[in-house]
Structure formats: C-alpha cells, structure tokens
C-alpha cells in the first residue's frame, strides 16, 4: 500500500474536524499519575505550542498536524521513522530514552518539538483520547467491548442489531469490518491500534453514533490497543486454548483477558460463568457484575432456559434474578450462539434497557438472526454447506456437534487446518477432535505464514490417525491441498442430506504464504464448488471481496 493509500485509510479512522492543540494543553489535560513529559529538544519555546490534530504510532499513517509517537517495535524502534513522520507533517515528536538519540538527529533544523516520556507506550492511549476527545463526559456512543476465546465476533454483530432494533444509530469495531453508521472500513486487526480506536470513537460521536460494539482481544489488552477507553459495558464469552504462542499459559491467558475486567477501563460487566475462567472472573472483578448461565450448572443472574430447536436455529427463555422472563430465538446453528445472544441481551439490559423494549425489539426485528460473515454462515442447503471461523479445540468441537444432524443416513465432511507459526500443541488436538466428530476429515492448509505447510498438515494428521487408530473410529482422513482442491473433493464426495463444513479461516479472504497474500476466499470457494458438481448455492450471501 502506498503512503497516499495509508493517509487515505488512517484519515478514514478520524473525525472530519478536530480542534487543533498546543502540546501543553494537550499535555495538562492527561490523566493524573502518568509522570511528567519532557520537552528536550526543538520548537520555538517551552510551552508547548505546537499545534496538534491527531496522533499515531506508524510513520506510514501521519497526516499534517499529528503527534507522532517513537515506540520500540519487535525488530526496529519508531525513532527511525522520525524523518518519514516529519516529511508527512509531523508538528512533534515524543519518544523514550531508547529512541532520542535518534529522533534527536532526525529533527536537527527543523524546529519540530521533541518529547520524552517513559515508558513511552503508556502515553499512547491517554494522549489519543485527549486529542480526538472520544471519551467521557462528552456524549460519545454507549461503548460495549467483548472478550473471551470464542463468540466475540457474533456477539458484537448480535449487540449492532439489537442496538439497531431498539432505535439507536450503531458502530462497530472487530475483526470483520469497522463500521460507523453506513460508513464500513476493512479491518487488518480484531482491534486496532489505540490511536485508530479513539480516532474511530470520536468518528462515531461526530456522525450521532449512538451504540458501538468492540472486539476486545487479549492481544488488544497486551499490546495497549484498548488503553484510554472506557467501556460502558464488558462482556466475557468463555475461555479455551488459543494464543500459548503469545501468553505461555491458560492463566497468562486469562489475565490478559482479566485486565478488561477493572474500572480504569469499564463501568459494568456481564460474564458467562458456565466454565471455570468465568467464575473466577466473576471473583476477581470489581466491577458490578451481572453473571449469566446457559448450561444450568452455574447459579447466575440470569439463565438460559427451555432451549428448542427451530430450524438451523433455537427459541430459548431468558430468565432474570427478579423473575423476569424474555423469549427469544437464534437463528443461527449451535448453543454457542444461544450463548452469543443471550450475552449480547443482558449487556444491552444492563445498560439501562427496559426487559419490555428489548422484548418488543427482538419480536419485531429477529436481531439474532443477523448474518454474520463466516461464521456459521450457510452456502448451501442441501448438502448443508457452512463456512466458520473455528480455529481452535473448543470452537471446532462446537461448531461439529452443532451442525450434526440426527438422520442416519447424513454424513458430515470438514475441511479444516492449522495457522502456521502459532500454538502448536493445539494441532493433533483439533485433528483428534474432527475424528471423533466427523465422517470425513479432509486436512489441508489454512494460513501457513512462514512455517512449511506440510509440517503443519502433519500436526494435524497425527492427532487425527491417532485418534482414530486408538478409538477404532470409522472416519475417512484424507490430506488435500492446496485449500481450494480439499473444498471442492469434500463437496465431490457430498450427497443430498450430508453437511459441509469448511472451518479454520471465515470471512478471510487472503491466505498468506511465506509473506504473500494469496486471494482465497472458502465462501466463494465452497459456492463455486457446489455449482460445478450439481448443487445450489445460496444467493445473497454477504461475500467480502
């Protein structure tokens, strides 16, 4: 992408109009016990006087007036990008111990400020709050953030539509799309950098956003990219292996997940407490809490009761701690997504939402209905044909049993792999699981990165044969690559009646391999599929290209 690309992108991420600041207001308005930051270098006088209009963290994304912030990086430090910054319009400059020297070179002569502060990525988050003025109390959107291993995606689509069925104007921030009213940008991350999240908040406020549902991965609370923002309401899915290549441990894990769950980032929180991690969640936070049971096992709030299938879907109850009852349904396969929505109903009920409006709202509009691309999403009917995003154990299992059908007669086919350079303990797992769930298991490569697929593919393999040799499980395992030929085999061997399941990558629509994107899309691989060997693809599928 050129540098007019990114400007283009990272002005979209902005409101059209901000104020324009001099560094000493800016740094005056700062939260209360950050140290001091320190003009070193530049500028006319001590004051502060540079005028600002945004902030960022990436050389590439600099429009004129910004603030552009010098923070180490995994191979090079931002301080070399200094004169890049400057020549895109850079009004100043803050940076660590680290990085002065060199920023300090970089703006000899130019009369640009220069800052330090230590450590400089804690300043990050609080000074793009401050300059694009996207939190409290100025009348910013209600802010939902969701976190958790699995679900996080459904539930802020589920709080967008529900939001949307009782009156409000709705945002979105997540690994799909970010939306802002009609306004829709692609999204790189499941959140974006901290800068860009503010810039976006303050977007919202000036179009009359008046919801907004956040992805919150751990990596966003590891890597910062939620610092500054104050959730109205946070709420947590569950917890299952994922991400040991970042966090080394469940319990790592969790306190990332944890870290949301704190009033210098949330007012209110709603957690599922039908796993382990969700209760002790509940135990730790001091936030006020309403906890929420789909299982029955847990004692909760609220519960979920009298689940039945309709369709593809669910009718379930909603049951409240002062006896109230909301009935509603899911349109979308699997408990999980019982789960998803009734998550997404009591956050909006915890903020202030009457049981009767959001009853009326999910009677007359179906919010859990709403498609949410590549997950769960049908592509064909008859065989069933289903794209997902499951990528690890837990998810994959789910997603197996919920597509099961009970006729006896009806087989289920998953196309599945493993991302490269990830947590590799998590491979002969899924392998082990699609073997006990599934008629057929074809492996094939998902997003191998930089890691030999056939390495990866072996993984998988392994867990699978395993499995299956130690159980004496009647599966067929086949390997098939590339992606695009296991797709079409598995819709080749399908019959009328049978399911196909094409798990691991969803609404993504690159695979990456060894540094190039490749274009690879499983929706419109497994539509193409089915209408080469005599079936029907479902028109109307929302397909991101």
């Known amino acids: 992408m050129s540098i007019n690309e990114q400007s283009g992108a990272a002005a979209r991420m902005r409101p059209d109009v901000v104020v324009p600041r001099s560094m000493g207001q800016i740094l005056a308005a700062l939260p209360a016990g950050l140290p001091p930051v320190q003009l070193v270098g530049g500028g006319d006088n001590d004051d502060g006087a540079a005028s600002i209009t945004g902030v960022t963290i990436d050389s590439r994304e600099v429009l004129r007036g910004d603030l552009y912030i010098a923070v180490p990086g995994t191979g090079r430090h931002g301080a070399d990008f200094t004169a890049q910054a400057v020549a895109e319009g850079a009004s100043a400059v803050l940076t660590d111990d680290a990085g002065l020297e060199t920023a300090a070179a970089a703006l000899r002569g130019t009369g640009i400020p220069l800052y330090r502060a230590a450590p400089v990525r804690d300043y990050v988050g609080p000074l793009a709050a401050v300059v694009f003025d996207s939190q409290p109390p100025r009348d910013r959107p209600i802010l939902f953030g969701v976190t958790g291993t699995n679900g996080k995606t459904t539930t802020t689509y589920f709080l967008n539509a529900l939001s949307a069925a009782l009156g409000l104007s709705t945002g979105l921030i997540g690994t799909i799309e970010i939306r802002a009213g009609d306004t829709a940008i692609p999204s790189a991350l499941t959140t974006p950098e901290s800068p860009q999240v503010h810039g976006i908040l303050a977007l919202m406020r000036e179009r009359g956003i008046e919801a907004a549902a956040m992805e919150v991965s ?3 609370v590891e890597y910062r990219r939620v610092d500054g923002v104050q959730f109205d309401v946070v709420g947590f899915t569950n917890l299952t292996q994922d991400h040991l290549d970042l966090h080394g441990t469940m319990d790592e894990y969790f306190d990332a997940k944890a870290a949301l769950f704190s009033r ?4 209110r929180a709603v957690i ?10 509940a135990r730790r936070t001091d936030l006020e809490t309403v ?5 029955g096992g847990s004692p909760a709030d609220w519960m979920v009761s009298g689940i039945s299938r309709v369709g593809l879907g669910h009718a379930f109850t909603l049951e409240g701690p002062a006896g109230e009852e909301l009935v509603l349904r899911c349109g979308l396969p699997g408990i999980f997504n019982v789960a998803n929505a009734a998550l997404a109903a009591v956050m909006v009920l915890a903020t202030g939402t009457t049981c ?5 709202a999910a009677e007359l509009h179906d919010p859990f209905t709403t498609e949410v691309p590549g997950r769960m999403q049908l592509i ?3 065989p069933a044909a289903i794209v997902d995003f499951a990528h690890n154990p837990d998810a994959l ?4 049993e919920s597509v099961r059908v009970p006729q006896a007669d009806s087989r289920l086919l998953i196309v599945f792999g493993a991302t490269g350079q990830r947590d590799v ?3 002969p797992v899924m392998g082990a699981t699609a073997a006990r769930l599934a008629d057929v298991v074809i492996i094939t490569d998902d997003d191998p990165h930089d890691e030999d697929e056939a390495v990866i593919r072996a993984g998988v393999l392994e867990g699978a044969q395993g499995a299956k040799d130690a159980e004496n499980l009647s599966c067929e395992i086949l390997e098939i690559f590339p992606r695009a030929a296991a797709i079409d085999q598995a819709v080749a061997l399908a019959r009328k009646g049978d399911i196909v399941l094409v798990a691991g990558r969803g609404h993504e629509v690159w695979q990456e391999v060894k540094g190039v994107n490749l274009p690879l899309d499983d929706r419109a691989e497994l539509a193409a599929a089915l209408t080469r060997h005599g079936f029907s693809a479902l028109s109307g599928n929302r397909i991101e290209s």
């Open 218 to 220: 751990s990596h966003a």
């Open 397 to 400: 299992a789910l997603t197996l």
């Open 425 to 427: 303990s998590k491979r």
């Open 380 to 382: 064909g009917e008859n």
């Open 272 to 281: 599922i407490v039908d796993d382990e991690w969700g209760r002790r969640l």
């Open 291 to 295: 906890t929420l049971s789909v299982s």
């Open 264 to 267: 210098n980032r949330a007012d």
């Open 356 to 360: 009767q409006d959001l009853q009326r």
